[in-house]
């Protein structure tokens, strides 16, 4: 067995659903693209999106000496769902614990079996070399060159075998390894995702409105929800699914996930539409404690439920 067949065993037995491997190299169309999604202000208040340039589009300059993405998939869709007519919350935030948590103690797991096999020297200990949903990293398209799927019209990464209900963890490593080829966009010529957004944040050449996004809205976007996107939440107080849910690719073959740290929480799936209403700050703090709901706070939150 070469080094990336180890590696990528060793990612499956650790739980993660899938592994592939890039090579670390700039991301020419990216920096193009990203550029002038910016200069449209699409990002909104997310400001943060615009400092590290350099880094975002190159893995070498976030990592010295790295030569090689190692990326990581983890199906995240429950075998649960919120009661209906209750404020709907994301699938990715259905979990006691936070995705980022779980995803990178299994990433300094798989870092751990390959040090213990092929040394120290393939890390980068003094720089961050570990992410998870974290600028700055292009992870789906990271995930794309890694073979592991398709960046589809919703701007999800599609896996052929997994759908999209998943979290993508990297390793950037300093090793040359085996690298895997890109899989071909099979979205052909639906565009259920583009027409099932409520809101129109998904444009087909300049990619997504952040700033109309409900997953925007109800978390990132200080401050009240925009006044025209209100009427179109669809029932989401944190994040949205609309565009996943559609997605064929969805529809056929997503399973529940396998990893238990990712069984919804009991408050979620059961909780009826007066425990969301009569939610307190105290309650907040004690029951999402671990959860990635946390992210919005309460203030948020207590609005995008009273809007
Ligand atoms: S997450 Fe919801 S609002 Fe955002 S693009 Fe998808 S369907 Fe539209
Ligand atoms: S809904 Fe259709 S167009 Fe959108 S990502 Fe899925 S396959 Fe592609």
Redesign the pocket.
């Known amino acids: 067995m070469n080094k990336s067949e180890f590696i990528k065993n060793t990612a499956l037995e650790i739980g993660f659903d899938a592994c592939g491997i890039a090579k670390a190299d700039f991301l020419e169309e990216d920096a193009f693209f990203l550029k002038s999604w910016l200069g449209n202000n699409f990002h909104g208040e997310m400001s943060y999106l615009e400092r590290n340039f350099a880094k975002r589009t190159d893995p070498r300059i976030i990592v010295e000496g790295c030569k090689s993405v190692i990326v990581t998939l983890l199906n995240y869709y429950p075998s649960q769902f919120q009661n209906p007519n209750v404020p709907k919350i994301a699938k990715y935030a259905y979990s006691k614990i936070d995705y980022h948590v779980i995803i990178k103690e299994k990433l300094f797991l798989l870092e751990n079996k390959i040090i213990a096999k092929y040394g120290e020297a393939c890390f980068n200990k003094n720089q961050q070399h570990r992410f998870v949903d974290s600028a700055p990293v292009l992870e789906r398209r990271w995930a794309e060159r890694a073979g592991l799927g398709w960046i589809?019209?919703?701007?999800?990464l599609?896996n052929p075998m997994l759908g999209?209900f998943c979290f993508i963890g990297i390793l950037m490593i300093n090793a040359e390894l085996d690298y895997d080829e890109p899989i071909q966009?099979?979205?052909?010529t639906?565009?259920?995702?583009?027409d099932?957004c409520p809101t129109n944040a998904?444009t087909k050449e300049k990619g997504l409105d952040s700033r109309k996004c409900i997953s925007y809205q109800t978390i990132e976007k200080k401050g009240k929800i925009s006044e025209d996107i209100r009427p179109k939440l669809s029932g989401y107080i944190y994040g949205c699914d609309i565009?996943n849910d559609?997605?064929?690719?969805?529809k056929t073959r997503t399973k529940a996930t396998q990893t238990a740290e990712l069984e919804a929480s009991d408050k979620i799936i059961n909780w009826k539409f007066q425990n969301w209403e009569n939610l307190n700050e105290e309650e907040f703090y004690r029951i999402f404690k671990h959860s990635a709901i946390q992210r919005a706070g309460f203030n948020k939150l207590k609005e995008n439920i009273m809007t």
Request: hydrophobic share 30%.
């Open positions: 589809g019209r919703n701007k999800m599609i999209s966009n099979r979205c052909g639906c565009r259920k995702c583009l099932a998904l565009c559609v997605c064929p690719w969805n």
